[in-house]
């Protein structure tokens, strides 16, 4: 079975600074997707970005890039220019190109952002 | 489109109370599934349906029950409510057959099980 591990509880960065949120996982597999999402404190989960893993270049999105080493299993956002409307939990989460969609979600990471 | 939608937006129960999240999407997606999350533990899937009228099981599904009788609505039932599952409840749904697609989220039920 998939895991996906975030292991920084929480990290807080300086307004318009740079910010890299961790993320590793374990897979057997060898095609499949990888996310970032954010829950502001309304709850509402928001797909950030996503990778897909055949894919040697790493996406970007506007001020959020990843940073996807697919030999490693480590899949980092790093959210550039970070504004107050960034403060959020951010979750990783996993799915096999396979079968069903099932999303397998690390533990998240609680971002605040410093004025 | 409303998108998913999910009712209640909380909800408090007893022990051994039953009742059913009400779970929607007008996007004609294929794909649905339930996740509970909890402090410190991420989403975790409970049950999911990639269609109308099957069903399968998450990580979670224990104290669980759902249907799938119509492409639009997958609600969950909890036969007889415990502590344990307290909780705030996510709905989502995709299209199936669109490779690199999007999962949609409800906006969450609170739910608290005394």
């Known amino acids: 079975a998939q895991t996906v591990t975030q292991s920084q509880p929480e990290m807080s960065v300086q307004e318009a600074e740079t910010v890299t949120l961790s993320c590793t996982y374990d897979t057997s597999e060898s095609d499949y997707y990888l996310f970032w999402y954010k829950q502001p404190p309304s709850r509402q989960m928001i797909l950030v970005i996503r990778?897909?893993?055949?894919?040697?270049q790493n996406a970007t999105e506007n001020r959020f890039s990843v940073n996807f080493q697919k030999a490693a299993k480590s899949f980092s956002l790093k959210i550039s220019d970070s504004q107050l409307g960034d403060a959020a939990m951010y979750f990783c989460a996993y799915r096999s190109r396979q079968g069903a969609q099932k999303l397998v979600f690390g533990q998240g990471t609680r971002l605040t952002i410093n004025p | 489109n409303a998108g998913v939608t999910q009712t209640p937006k909380f909800q408090v129960l007893k022990t051994g109370q039953s009742m059913t999240l009400q779970c929607a999407q007008d996007?004609?997606?294929?794909?649905m599934s339930w996740y509970r999350q909890d402090p410190g533990m991420g989403l975790r899937l409970i049950h999911y349906s990639v269609g109308a009228g099957i069903t399968d099981q998450g990580e979670v599904p224990n104290g669980y029950n759902v249907s799938r009788s119509t492409t639009e609505d997958f609600p969950l039932r909890l036969l007889s409510a415990a502590p344990s599952q307290t909780s705030v409840y996510f709905c989502?749904?995709?299209?199936?057959?669109?490779?690199?697609?999007?999962?949609?989220f409800g906006p969450g039920t609170r739910l608290t099980v005394l």
């Open positions: 989502a749904s995709s299209l199936r057959l669109v490779r690199d697609n999007e999962q949609f």
């Open positions: 990778q897909e893993a055949y894919k040697q």
């Open positions: 996007m004609n997606h294929e794909y």
